[in-house]
């Protein structure tokens, strides 16, 4: 397929070509009700350009497939709709007979294939009212006196594309309900144009200010799946549609030259070409029931633009109005391009556009994300596929790290080595407040400061010492955090065979990047029991660790070392299903226990399938003391089963235990029947 731009009037189109709405397109939108503020906002900025003598107002871009002399729009009906009802409106008033025969010809080459009563209606305006003398006079309006005439069929009433034409005729008039009375909403051409009705026929001009890009889109004979991709966005213009209209008209009116660059014309960097083309294929494999993109890549700027709003901030309140627009009411439609008005600076859409060019490229790798268990970096749409999926404040760190590496041109053969440190620093442990996603983004800016040119080569010499200066400066979980990955890096450099496994490692959800555990001991540097690790872990026998009944013989091994060696078993201890539970419990109480267990188990010389039988006779030597309420975990699956994913804590109260919700015990508090039943088998024994 070829493509070729061009700059054109609809006038300079109808000299030479057809122009034909065809069927699959919708009805003409711009004129309905309900879209009286959009309809007379888009008729001022016509008249101002057409009155005004030297500005020029650009429409976007009109894309169509140009089969012998016909063009068949695939995205600009809207607009070419509507000036063209502007040009008929002009030429049904002029009075210069041959202007007005012209006029006709060429407005005949425009026609509707969407409904045949469309395409008649079309027809008896230029043939019947257009060939005779002007004969409304009176006080009633120009839609009123069309639908007056004899030649007008009932019929057309029902028609949404007759019924749009005529109110951007004539407008909206409403009734008031008290007292019957009428008033017009003026968002007519009859209104907007009543002081400046010869300013229309610049419409039929060389000097026409009014143009738009054609891009003439060549080799399509069957445009309706490129239509389908290109211009599928329902009934009416979506709020990016309108954003992207107020965003380039602020860019186009900025003092910045660099930003000027975006939106001049077959420029490299005509971010028009780019959303409507280049970035589309982005989002459109992840597309929504309606075959919209559009939610996809308004709600990824929103949350591309909240993390440079954080970042550029001293102090973020959750509560300010940009942090709601972009955040609370991220789903919430656009109504205004006010607030944006203070983040569209040069540096945000400079990197904004170098993420999304470089995105292409790289986007191959993505996948690396879902396959790790983390959502994707781009945002979805939820199961109905018709409403975007809330992002989580770990999902908004994690984009804006990967958008971090996306700012500048780098080795895409390295971008897994910064997904894997980046992942790790933001899922370690649970976000759950705005203050602490704000803190996380400056902390991952941090990072990024830090390694500078070598954020494309997080493992080189120079980018380790960078970041064990940083790790220096605290002693907060982040830099706790950081040492390890500082750590770990050191052993991949040492024994690169070791990144598949530590990637494996970080991928298991009890783990999520975070092994200090592991680390202790030298537990990795030891061969044997490293190659061991790897075989419990590595893609073909990963599904060990993954499958439920295993992992809970895991815990219940470390456990039942646990309290077997350490009388002082951590009272505190919590078992729920919070994400970060298990992973700070081996991090923590269980982690000499989680060692012990690796090396008596891993190190030996025996097969994979007798690991299980190692593990089970861990767990067959604890014995049941009184009042132990470590007993049960220790040896019941079920237990693990039913408590995951419904309550919080474990309590003993004399021999019946239960299962709270809470840190306190209160009403809701349900008792854990299969556990007290299972301590008083045992007492009972």
């Known amino acids: 397929m070829e493509a070729i731009t061009t700059t054109s009037t609809l006038w300079d189109i109808l ?12 009805d003409y939108a711009q004129g309905r009700s309900g879209k009286e503020d959009l309809r007379k906002k888009f008729l001022k900025e016509i008249k101002e350009a057409l009155s005004s003598g030297k500005k020029e107002l650009l429409l976007d871009f009109v894309y169509g497939t140009k089969i012998d002399d016909t063009i068949y729009p695939l995205d600009g009906q809207q607009r070419l709709t509507t000036l063209w009802v502007l040009m008929w409106y002009a030429t049904y008033y002029t009075s210069d007979e041959k202007a007005r025969e012209e006029r006709i010809n060429r407005l005949k080459k425009f026609t509707y294939e969407t409904r045949p009563s469309s395409k008649n209606f079309l027809e008896w305006l230029c043939d019947d009212l257009l060939r005779t003398e002007n004969s409304n006079n009176s006080n009633q309006s120009l839609s009123d006196y069309i639908q007056s005439q004899n030649g007008f069929y009932s019929g057309w009433k029902q028609d949404p594309t007759v019924q749009s034409i005529l109110r951007m005729l004539s407008g909206t008039t409403i009734k008031n309900k008290k007292d019957g009375k009428t008033k017009q909403l003026d968002d007519g051409i009859e209104q907007v144009f009543n002081d400046a009705p010869e300013s229309l026929n610049r419409l039929f001009e060389e000097t026409c200010p009014i143009k738009f890009y054609h891009l003439n889109l060549l080799g399509i004979k069957h445009p309706d799946n490129l239509y389908i991709k290109m211009n599928a966005r329902g009934e009416q213009l979506t709020g990016f549609e309108n954003f992207k209209a107020d965003l380039v008209d602020f860019m186009s009116k900025n003092k910045e030259d660099e930003l000027k660059e975006y939106v001049t014309l077959n420029n490299y960097k005509y971010i028009l070409k780019k959303w409507d083309i280049d970035w589309t294929n982005l989002f459109w494999e992840i597309r929504g029931k309606s075959n919209s993109v559009d939610d996809l ?12 709003y954080i970042v550029n901030t001293d102090k973020v309140d959750k509560e300010d109005e940009i942090s709601k627009l972009l955040y609370e009411n991220e789903q919430k439609g656009y109504t205004s391009f006010e607030l944006y008005e203070q983040l569209i600076k040069k540096e945000n859409i400079v990197s904004l ?32 596929r018709e409403t ?49 996603y704000e803190s996380r983004i ?27 200066k940083l790790a220096k400066e605290a002693d907060t979980e982040n830099y706790i955090q950081l040492k390890e990955e500082v750590e770990k890096i050191r052993i991949i450099g040492n024994n690169p065979q070791f990144e598949e496994t530590l990637k494996n490692l970080e991928s298991l959800w009890i783990f999520s990047g975070r092994i200090d555990c592991l680390l202790q001991k030298d537990l990795l540097e030891k061969e044997k029991l490293f190659e061991k690790l790897s075989e419990l872990i590595g893609e073909e026998k990963r599904k060990y660790l993954c ?122 508090d349900i008792p854990l029947t299969a556990y007290s039943n299972f301590i008083n088998k045992k007492l009972t024994q």
């Open 15 to 26: 000299e030479n070509s057809k122009i034909v709405i065809p069927t699959f397109q919708r």
């Open 297 to 308: 890549f308004f709600t990824f700027i929103k949350r591309f633009l909240l993390n440079q």
């Open 442 to 468: 400056r902390f991952i800016k941090k990072v990024e400061e830090s390694l500078g040119k070598n954020l494309g080569d997080v493992y080189s010499d120079e980018a380790i010492s960078n970041l064990e």
């Open 353 to 384: 556009v170098k993420v999304l060019d470089n995105l292409k490229g790289i986007i191959i790798d993505l996948p690396l994300l879902s396959s790790q268990g983390y959502a994707s970096f781009l945002p979805h749409y939820g199961d109905d």
């Open 547 to 668: 499958n439920s009944d295993n992992l809970i013989r895991f815990f219940q091994t470390i456990l039942a070392k646990k309290a077997a060696e350490n009388d002082k078993f951590p009272e505190g201890l919590k078992i729920n299903d919070e994400h970060d539970n298990f992973r700070k419990i081996l991090n923590n109480e269980l982690k000499e226990s989680l060692q012990v267990v690796l090396t008596e188990v891993l190190s030996e010389n025996i097969p994979l399938d007798e690991i299980i039988n190692k593990l089970d006779e861990i767990i067959n030597k604890y014995e049941y003391s009184e009042g132990d309420w470590k007993y049960a975990l220790i040896k019941d699956k079920s237990l693990w089963k039913y408590s995951y994913g419904k309550f919080g804590k474990h309590f003993a109260d004399g021999y019946e235990v239960y299962l709270y919700k809470g840190t306190n015990r209160n009403p809701a």
């Open 388 to 436: 975007v999926k809330s992002a989580s404040f770990q999902e908004r760190v994690l984009m804006y790290g990967i958008c971090l590496y996306l700012q500048e041109e780098k080795s895409q053969n390295n971008f897994g080595r910064w997904l894997r440190v980046l992942v790790n620093l933001v899922y370690y442990n649970e976000i759950s407040s705005f203050k602490e």
